[in-house]
């Protein structure tokens, strides 16, 4: 495949902050520029808009249309219009992407291109493909996946990836695209990083007489138990909204599976926020605004808490590793 280069425009140029400094739009770029951009990709991430953003410039450097940022938020109006270019979105009424609809598609990216060299193919919302060996829309797009059309990128993107077949998200190479922070607005949830950043504080002077200790202890205690009620409460509330949006047709396991999925997104995005917390009480004494030399054990425990997030995601329970985290918090700065 050509690099982007010889299009006449880099995919950076049709792109916005923050995706043009993203890693996902950093490797797409070498990808293009090599001539090895993958045949199907899966975008995903919590930030739609985003995924939306990515796939449609990619999609108007392989078509070749030139794209210009002031042009506003229907700048990809040319892409979406492209002879070239096939879009494959859920059925408004089902709620799901319906075979009929996916076969159609197959059936044109087959063709020769009508102008130009390429066809792209998006699949908006692509858990609505299905996540059951059942899933005749799913199992359309494998077999495509399996044997792809030639000059032809196939560009899905999805929220929620865990909602998708296995063996498509194996055949896709997969690209997270980061969200903007956006903290949440539970006042729960905020009351939490509050004690939290509290705890950090009060590390930053504990001392190793019994009395600080057990009540050191006895915050960190609360603030797990804290987390799990709010964590489950955020879940609770978080699905019933989501089972409204589901499928008709999808079945109990398929269910079971997005709620987990869910739950876990949901997870993430505290921890995520839990990190955040962590550098911003860090920063006014690596900025010298506060009394302390303790810029190592800072460190050393937002280290401690990258290795956490990682234990979660191979499914430990939350109450153990953040129990881990904190009780290494406690040993760092008693150390």
Not at 225 to 252: H, Q, Y
Request: negative net charge; charged residues 30%; glycine residues 4%.
């Amino acid at each position: 495949m050509p690099s982007s280069k010889l299009f006449g425009m880099e995919l950076k140029s049709v792109l916005t902050e923050p995706l043009q400094s993203s890693n996902p739009a950093e490797v797409l770029e070498r990808s293009l520029e090599k001539g090895r951009l993958p045949h199907a990709m899966l975008l995903h991430g919590d930030h739609y808009p985003l995924l939306e953003e990515l796939a449609l410039g990619l999609a108007s450097v392989l078509l070749e249309i030139k794209v210009e940022l002031k042009e506003g938020d229907d700048r990809f109006d040319r892409v979406e219009k492209h002879p070239d270019f096939f879009p494959l979105r859920p059925s408004k009424k089902a709620r799901s992407i319906r075979a009929e609809d996916t076969r159609e598609i197959i059936r044109q990216i087959h063709q020769s291109p009508h102008q130009g060299e390429r066809k792209v193919a998006v699949i908006y919302e692509a858990d609505r493909l299905g996540s059951s060996s059942k899933a005749a829309s799913a199992n359309i797009i494998l077999k495509t996946l399996e044997e792809p059309p030639l000059n032809t990128t196939i560009i899905l993107i999805s929220t929620r990836p865990y909602a998708l077949l296995d063996t498509i998200r194996s055949r896709c190479f997969n690209f997270r695209v980061p969200a903007p922070f956006e903290p949440s607005t539970d006042p729960s949830w905020h009351q939490w990083l509050s004690d939290y950043s509290q705890f950090l504080d009060n590390l930053t002077e504990l001392k190793s007489d019994k009395e600080t200790i057990t009540a050191s202890f006895m915050m960190i205690y609360g603030l797990i138990t804290r987390f799990t009620g709010i964590l489950a409460e955020l879940v609770t509330d978080n699905w019933k909204t989501e089972r409204e949006k589901l499928p008709e047709d999808m079945s109990d396991e398929e269910k079971d599976a997005t709620k987990e999925g869910s739950a876990k997104g949901i997870r993430a995005k505290l921890l995520k926020e839990i990190e955040h917390q962590t550098r911003e009480t860090a920063a006014p004494y690596l900025r010298g605004e506060k009394d302390g030399d303790i810029t190592l054990k800072f460190a050393d425990s937002v280290q401690q808490f990258e290795q956490v997030v990682g234990l979660l995601n191979v499914n430990l329970k939350e109450e153990t590793a953040l129990e881990d985290y904190f009780l290494s918090c406690m040993r760092i700065w008693t150390r």
